[in-house]
């Protein structure tokens, strides 16, 4: 059955902010059992101040936060729901969640699809398969077919049924950007090339789980891979699956671009000749990062995960974002 995701999310904040009002309600009550006890009444405070109330609320947007609030940090918004959603997304794409069964599926050092498999229910029949390599590009445009976009439309597809996938991409995009004036499958994906992993980062204490292929400032190539099911293998396979078939598409889409200009109208040329010099710094920045991904491709590097995330994502940081 098909269900809107803005329904949803008004039942869960109704229930949340229930809650929170509930155990305002049960800690001032304490506060009047002990105050009448100790015959302190009148002379210590029953209310308890909304910052002090350790449990979520959740407003809308940031700007509905009163600043009673203030310094509360279980304070939720909208968007924070919607980026939990997309994290959520996120880990059944690697595996490390599942549709189909509770807690944590993948989580084990070199853990593979083969052993998601063995922990179905019905194997046969698996709501929402795992991506196969363990890489998830992120780039302008949807240019490979387990594209993080491409993968969180079939989730929210899968999950939410397909008449409302609209509707809920449009809901999704507005949480994200309340302002922005670019189509859905746009602003998430500007979201996921611009803001994602620093999310990722802070929910995990800057000791991410999901690593973060980043080539640089001109978005030529970005990728993420999910720590536990590295394998020593994976930086050939992003090199020769991944980075050679982005530098071919770079190649033809400079062409391309050449072509147009030399028989465009005049009219034309300015836009073509910022979109081609945007082509080709991506392609400068991508011949240099497929220098560094081959060092590494050849040395196919072994990782402990007992070594910690630390450790583990100073072997990469060349070719890996920096943690902020």
């Not at 789980?209 to 190539?221: E, H, M, R, T, V």
């Not at 040329?269 to 910022?274: H, M, P, Q, T, V």
Request: proline share 4%; aromatic share 10%.
């Amino acid at each position: 059955m098909a269900t809107l995701i803005s329904d949803k999310y008004e039942a869960h904040k109704a229930e949340v902010n229930a809650r929170f009002d509930q155990l305002r309600a049960n800690e001032e009550e304490l506060n009047r059992i002990f105050a009448e006890i100790y015959d302190m009444e009148g002379e210590v405070p029953i209310e308890v101040e909304d910052k002090y109330v350790s449990v979520a609320r959740i407003f809308d947007t940031a700007e509905e936060i009163p600043e009673s609030f203030k310094g509360n940090r279980y304070v939720r918004t909208k968007r924070d729901e919607i980026i939990s959603l997309i994290s959520y997304a996120a880990g059944c794409m690697f595996g490390r969640y599942s549709l189909d069964v509770e807690g944590l599926v993948l989580a084990d050092a070199g853990d593979t699809v083969e052993d998601y498999l063995a922990k179905m229910p019905d194997p046969a029949h698996v709501t929402f398969m795992p991506d196969a390599d363990n890489v998830l590009p992120i780039t302008d445009d949807e240019y490979f077919k387990d594209d993080i976009v491409a993968r969180l439309v079939d989730f929210i597809r899968t999950v939410y049924g397909s008449e409302t996938l609209n509707d809920n991409l449009a809901f999704i995009a507005d949480a994200l950007s309340p302002a922005a004036k670019a189509a859905p499958l746009e602003v998430i994906r500007a979201y996921f090339l611009k803001e994602f992993y620093a999310d990722h980062c802070s929910t995990y204490k800057k000791r991410p789980i999901y690593w973060l292929l980043d080539a640089g400032k001109k978005n030529s190539f970005k990728a993420l891979f999910y720590m536990h099911r590295y394998r020593p293998d994976l930086m050939a396979c992003i090199r020769t699956d991944y980075v050679h078939p982005q530098q071919e598409r770079l190649r033809g889409r400079i062409a391309d671009a050449e072509e147009e200009l030399a028989h465009c109208e005049p009219r034309r040329k300015a836009a073509l000749n910022k979109k081609l010099k945007q082509l080709r710094d991506q392609e400068t920045e991508l011949i240099a990062y497929e220098e560094k991904i081959h060092r590494f491709a050849d040395q196919m590097i072994a990782i402990d995960l007992d070594d910690g995330v630390k450790t583990n994502y100073a072997t990469f940081q060349d070719v890996l974002a920096k943690v902020k």
